[in-house]
T-cell receptor, first 113, second 111 residues
Framework: SQTIHQWPATLVQPVGSPLSLECTVE??????LYWYRQAAGRGLQLLFY??????ISSEVPQNLSASRPQDRQFILSSKKLLLSDSGFYLC????????????FGPGTRLTVT | GDSVTQMEGPVTLSEEAFLTINCTYT??????LFWYVQYPGEGLQLLLK?????DKGSNKGFEATYRKETTSFHLEKGSVQVSDSAVYFC??????????FGTGTSLTVIP
């Protein structure tokens, strides 16, 4: 079965510092991968999705970026964090043609101070 | 565009009460519909799904029926337990690779 790994689980970073969150997938190949942000008490906001290596679609203009250097690796980055970047970041995957649903990682709680 | 609207919470119920969380959607054609559950501090887990009209998804005592005529996918459970306390998300997937999630409904079950 497909499993999403994310790290770190929690992160506290000062404003203006860089960010790198990593997501890896096991148990499948050629997945579609997604980054979501969940602000406190709110729903999921899709940030980026990728259908393959080097292919990134951005849904929301912001100071975040994403990269997919390998088939099963998806990275969320920022050069300079803002207070408004605080939230719970979720990586998700989907294997086209094999399953309809997304499977989620455990999430990273980011607090920008 | 595609969207999902779900009942706002929070919802507080006593153990063994009946649960309904309403979800309606807007989409052309025939999307797939899902309910996900999120326990505190964790990622989302798929609870149930339905991929065509009149399908009923069920899992762990929860059920939801895909109603094309009312564009709804309401979540129900006949007798909730304390362990059902979580946030529930309705979602749809349509053409392409994107999912659309509702804003989530927080459920607290008290003994």
């Amino acid at each position: 079965s497909q499993t999403i790994h994310q790290w770190p689980a929690t992160l506290v970073q000062p404003v203006g510092s860089p960010l790198s969150l990593e997501c890896t997938v096991e148990g499948t190949s050629n997945p579609n991968l997604y980054w979501y942000r969940q602000a406190a008490g709110r729903g999921l906001q899709l940030l980026f999705y990728s259908v393959g290596i080097g292919q990134i679609s951005s849904e929301v203009p912001q100071n975040l970026s994403a990269s997919r250097p390998q088939d099963r690796q998806f990275i969320l980055s920022s050069k300079k964090l803002l207070l408004s970047d605080s939230g719970f970041y979720l990586c998700a995957g989907l294997t086209p043609g094999r399953t309809y649903e997304q499977y989620f990682g455990p999430g990273t709680r980011l607090t920008v101070t | 565009g595609d969207s999902v609207t779900q009942m706002e919470g929070p919802v507080t119920l006593s153990e063994e009460a009946f649960l309904t969380i309403n979800c309606t959607y807007t989409a052309t054609g025939y999307p797939s519909l899902f309910w996900y559950v999120q326990y505190p501090g964790e990622g989302l887990q798929l609870l149930l799904k339905a991929t065509k009209a009149d399908d009923k998804g069920s899992n762990k005592g929860f059920e939801a029926t895909y109603r094309k005529e009312t564009t709804s996918f309401h979540l129900e459970k006949g007798s909730v337990q304390v362990s059902d306390s979580a946030v529930y998300f309705c979602a749809l997937q349509h053409t392409g690779n994107q999912f659309y999630f509702g804003t989530g409904t927080s459920l607290t079950v008290i003994p």
